[in-house]
């Protein structure tokens, strides 16, 4: 269900983090679901619990997920199932301040960052 | 030193030879954590697992371990560690099993089923002389008389060095088991600095017998990062900003390391080096690179 890897700059429990925000945002995960064990998932992924329950942790505070005695984590009923678009869009808003930010750097034209992410979109969607 | 401390040294200071190995470190592990020790070779690792489990004094400054001096553990603090050494002291005309069967009558506790499993699971032939095992091979073996008595605190120098990729991974998978099911402490040393970030909870970062960071692995992370500066001009002179542990200068870019970064500090460093700053993670690797460096 995620993609976390160990040896990026960006720490574990950060990249899952903002993978259930996102999972959750676009409703893939929807209410109710349930989320793998913090056990199971650093087994899973060979990485150490400790992260994996700080973000678990971060998102219970945030009120996106819920715990639960004796059974895991599920995703919060207080929560809409999906974000409205706009919420959903300043996610990704990080992100692309840094692409911009890399386009200008390399003195690339507005056009053609347009044109690479249609082109990345579609061959997605293939 | 808290109550929840199981390693806790203060000002610890190692001398040999008329050279001092480990120069005024303090450190701290509590329970539960995962502690990766990382250093260059001579950084002074061994010297400190040696300290901790009383096998060296200390020269000057204090180690303790469960809340007592190292040099002078007691039975039952000593019953509560377990020990991976880089060289194994296995004996080459026993078999595995036999020197399993002797560590266990040595302890009071033993947990036959747990070290049937992970011979199983770590393929370990445990009926063969040890004269005949691989390195990779005695190191499993070496671990697993380690692991029989259910240590509450393990200490492993190097202890994948000699495994290949598929038997480390699992390596590491029964670390992060054994360290998630009974919230023990695990401390090991390695220079596999891929291992440290996939399992450690916390790192220590060891250079020429001091400590030159040490905390949780996330926050390391967090805080420390790569800024290019690319600004309108050439940078005249190298930079010195706040917390900067390596500056490169090509022409108008400057690639800088800084070790206690937050978003905050964006603006107010754009405007004092005049350019426009992007912001790179680095990997434990870059980190432990840049501290050398």
Redesign the interface.
């Known amino acids: 269900m995620f993609t976390l890897d160990?040896?990026?700059?960006?720490?574990?429990?950060?990249q899952l983090l903002e993978q259930v925000r996102r999972l959750v945002a676009s409703g893939q995960l929807k209410v109710g679901s349930e989320l793998p064990s913090?056990?199971d998932l650093?087994?899973a992924h060979?990485?150490?619990?400790?992260?994996i329950s700080?973000a678990y942790s971060l998102l219970e505070a945030e009120g996106l997920l819920q715990r639960n005695r004796g059974r895991p984590m599920t995703v919060a009923a207080r929560r809409r199932a999906i974000d409205s678009q706009a919420s959903r869009l300043k996610q990704l808003a990080p992100q692309a301040r840094?692409l911009v930010?890399?386009a200008?750097?390399l003195e690339l034209e507005r056009k053609e960052l347009h044109t690479l992410i249609d082109r990345l979109w579609e061959s997605d969607n293939d | 030193m808290t109550d929840a401390s199981v390693i806790a040294t203060r000002g610890l200071v190692k001398e040999a030879g008329g050279r001092q190995i480990l120069k005024g470190v303090d450190l701290a592990a509590a329970r539960?954590?995962?502690v990766g020790l990382l250093g260059k070779n001579g950084a002074g690792k061994s010297t400190l697992l040696d300290v901790l489990l009383g096998f060296a004094l200390p020269s000057a400054g204090d180690a303790r371990v469960f809340g007592e001096p190292s040099q002078n553990l007691s039975a039952a603090s000593k019953a509560r560690i377990g020990f991976v050494p880089q060289q194994d002291e296995l004996m080459s005309l026993m078999s595995g099993a036999q020197h399993l069967a002797l560590a266990a009558s040595f302890h009071t506790q033993w947990d036959h089923a747990l070290i049937e499993r992970l011979a199983r699971e770590w393929e370990v032939p445990l009926n063969r002389r040890i004269g005949t095992l691989s390195g990779g091979e005695r190191q499993k073996v070496a671990t697993l008389l380690a692991l029989g008595h259910r240590p509450e605190l393990l200490l492993m120098d190097e202890p994948a060095s000699g495994l290949d990729p598929v038997a480390r991974?699992q390596f590491?998978?029964t670390l992060?088991?054994i360290?998630?099911?009974t919230n023990r402490t695990i401390l090991f040393s390695s220079h596999i600095v891929?291992d440290i970030?996939?399992?450690?909870?916390h790192v220590w970062i060891l250079r020429e017998g001091e400590i030159a960071w040490q905390g949780e692995?996330?926050q390391l992370?967090?805080s420390t990062?790569r800024l290019l500066l690319?600004a309108e001009a050439e940078f005249a002179a190298p930079l010195s900003l706040p917390g900067q542990l390596h500056c490169e200068l090509q022409g108008r870019t400057a690639s800088v390391v800084l070790g206690d970064w937050s978003a905050e500090r964006l603006p107010e460093i754009e405007r004092a080096t005049a350019s426009?700053a992007?912001?790179?993670?680095?990997?434990?690797e870059?980190m432990f690179l840049a501290v050398h460096a």
């Not at chain 2, 970030?197 to 909870?201: G, K, M």
């Not at chain 2, 992007?278 to 434990?284: A, C, D, I, R, S």
């Open positions: 160990p040896h990026s700059g960006v720490p574990i429990y950060r913090v056990r650093a087994l060979a990485v150490n619990p400790m992260t700080k840094q930010l890399s200008r750097q | 539960g954590e995962v991974r590491m998978v992060l088991e360290a998630a099911e891929s970030e996939r399992v450690a909870s692995l996330d992370k967090e990062v690319r426009r992007e912001l790179v993670p680095l990997t434990l870059d």
